[in-house]
């Protein structure tokens, strides 16, 4: 029971490169979400999605974009990485919108940039 | 917008004392309220939510958290921790599902020997 797994786990880039996050969760949920993790901040939201084809942003959607072509992935891009990037990225996901019911995490990306 | 406030950055508590984590969010006229915790290089991991109901809700672990509407307050307790609690806790908050979960910054418990 995979629940919701991300890739990669570690990844160092350098500045101006880009790269892509996946989530995918096996749930069958609709709503999925990206979030980052930065010490002393908590977890603010970049982007999320409440269905198949649909985006939406967050809290801190600069430099970031997403995509949701299938139900069960959730794409996270970054077309220019900065240092500023740097951070712990959640995906989450759940069955009914924002709170009505569980979201859940996975184990997170660990992202440096250069 | 919701925000979360959470009093603590850390907490220091030794084992098999009472534990209060507390958290306050911004006003609105209905919330829904959730405590995440979070083990060394985990994910989240929801350890209790209110929705509506009785104000006292109990979750996993022997956690409880109080809702106080007219204080705008969720604390999480413990009435006894354990080594194995020593763990991040998140706060959140959702405009009874109008909106995406909003994070606190966290409280880092930490339970000594």
């Known amino acids: 029971n995979a629940g919701v797994t991300q890739t990669p786990k570690f990844r160092v880039l350098k500045t101006g490169q880009s790269m892509t996050l996946l989530c995918a969760q096996d749930?069958?949920?609709?709503?999925m979400y990206w979030y980052r993790q930065d010490p002393g901040m908590g977890l603010r939201l970049i982007h999320y999605?409440?269905?198949?084809?649909?985006?939406a942003k967050g809290e801190v959607p600069d430099g970031y974009n997403v995509s949701r072509l299938k139900k069960q992935n959730f794409l996270l891009g970054l077309e220019s990485a900065a240092p500023s990037q740097t951070s712990v990225y959640f995906c989450a996901s759940s069955y009914a919108p924002f709170g009505d019911t569980e979201a859940f995490f996975g184990q997170g990306t660990r992202l440096t940039v250069v | 917008a919701q925000s979360v406030t959470q009093l603590d950055s850390q907490v220091p508590v030794f084992e098999e004392a009472p534990v209060e984590l507390r958290c306050n969010y911004s006003?609105?006229?209905?919330?829904?309220l959730f405590w995440y915790v979070q083990y060394p290089n985990q994910g989240l991991q929801l350890l209790l939510k209110y929705l509506s109901g009785s104000t006292l809700v109990k979750g996993i672990n022997g956690f409880e958290a109080e809702f106080n509407k007219s204080q705008t307050s969720f604390h999480l307790r413990k009435p006894s921790v354990h080594i194995s609690d020593t763990a991040e806790y998140f706060c959140?908050?959702?405009?009874?599902?109008?909106?995406?979960?909003?994070f606190g910054k966290g409280t880092r418990l930490s339970v000594i020997a």
């Open positions: 959140a908050v959702s405009d009874r599902g109008n909106t995406p979960l909003v």
């Open positions: 006003s609105s006229v209905s919330v829904y």
């Open positions: 999605s409440v269905g198949e084809g649909t985006t």
């Open positions: 749930m069958n949920h609709e709503y």
